[in-house]
């Protein structure tokens, strides 16, 4: 079965630190993604990466970075975390070049910052 | 404008019967796939169907459907016979074939299923 894992499912974090959130896939996928969920906005996507040490910019990049240096795992970091970052993020992954195939999510990571 | 559209944040519907989440899209690519997921309280999203803009039929998956209606931008999940376990977030999302890249969702609908 395909998965997609998370580091965790909860964290709590203090304003001002440094965040890594952990994602890792085991599809050989070469599509990454990381988005924001927030009530009655849906998902929103922070980052994308097409290929190791690639990435591209979303819709809401800024006070967020990612790295991506095996294929298999793509990283957000919050540089500075502050409380509006407080959300539940969730990781994907996809192949490209065929329009059938989804997305496959990990569990999600509700992240709180105080 | 938005991609996705999902004009129902909440819906009730009793066990057993049907019930219709309504999703509507906004591209002028002519090639592009439809998506819906669940969402549960746990918090994974789950894929639960796909449709493809050439697809001639309506897609199906068990208890779930895909009324696509591609003159009027609709691509509505139908679930038949409403379980209390589909109580959940359900989100509608496309794929363009300009850009397999991206995903657009839609803000979601949260559907109670009464016993």
């Known amino acids: 079965d395909v998965k997609v894992t998370q580091s965790s499912r909860y964290l709590v974090k203090r304003t001002g630190e440094k965040v890594f959130l952990e994602c890792v896939q085991d599809m050989d996928h070469e599509n990454m993604f990381w988005y924001r969920q927030d009530p009655g906005l849906g998902l929103r996507l922070i980052y994308f990466?097409?290929?190791?040490?690639?990435?591209e910019k979303g819709d809401i990049p800024e006070g967020y970075s990612v790295s991506r240096e095996k294929k298999e795992r793509f990283s957000l970091i919050l540089e500075s975390a502050s409380t509006n970052q407080t959300s539940m993020y969730l990781c994907a992954s996809s192949s490209p070049g065929t329009g059938h195939q989804p997305q496959h999510f990990g569990d999600g990571t509700r992240l709180s910052i105080l | 404008a938005q991609k996705i559209t999902q004009t129902q944040p909440g819906m009730f519907v009793q066990e057993k019967e049907a019930v219709t989440l309504d999703c509507t899209y906004d591209?002028?690519?002519?090639?592009?796939?439809l998506f819906w997921y669940k969402q549960p309280s746990s918090g994974e999203m789950i894929f639960l169907i796909y449709?493809?803009?050439?697809?001639?039929q309506n897609a199906t998956e068990g208890r779930y459907s895909l009324n696509f209606q591609k003159a009027r931008k609709s691509a509505n999940l139908v679930i038949s016979a409403s379980q209390l376990g589909d109580s959940a977030m359900y989100f509608c999302?496309?794929?363009?074939?300009?850009?397999?890249?991206?995903?657009?969702f839609g803000s979601g609908t949260k559907l109670n299923v009464k016993p």
């Open positions: 591209t002028s690519d002519p090639s592009y796939g």
């Open positions: 990466s097409y290929d190791v040490k690639m990435k």
């Open positions: 449709q493809g803009s050439y697809d001639q």
């Open positions: 999302a496309m794929r363009e074939g300009g850009n397999f890249n991206k995903f657009y």
